[in-house]
């Protein structure tokens, strides 16, 4: 009877080819998501690009910041995505916010 060898395991960090199907990336993403509930009763979905990979750190970094800029003076903050992901950009008044969730965006 033939042995058979155990499956090889590709590495999850090998960087994306340009002929990589659309949405399809092997490399980590620097984008989180965001969704702000806000004092109104309604929210809203942001995507922000953090311009380096998300880890568990950066992410606490980022949603601590964050959670220490709400219930400001009437601040504005800009969260925009890459031209290379969304190209979106939002404009959220922190004084109206009363609460956020945040993943990294796949």
């Known amino acids: 009877m033939p042995r058979q060898s155990a499956p090889r395991l590709e590495a999850a960090s090998r960087e994306a080819s340009p002929n990589t199907p659309f949405g399809i990336s092997r ?3 620097q ?7 806000l004092r109104n009763g309604g929210v809203l979905a942001v995507t922000h690009d953090l311009g380096t990979p998300v880890t ?26 890459a031209w290379a992901g969304t190209g979106q950009r939002s404009y959220v008044q922190l004084s109206e916010v009363i609460g956020f969730t945040a993943r990294p965006a796949r």
């Open 27 to 29: 490399s980590p993403s």
């Open 31 to 37: 984008r989180v998501e965001l969704v702000f509930a």
């Open 56 to 81: 568990a750190e950066s992410l606490e970094r980022f949603c601590t910041e964050l959670r220490q800029s709400l219930g400001g003076a009437g601040d504005w903050r800009e969260f925009g995505d």
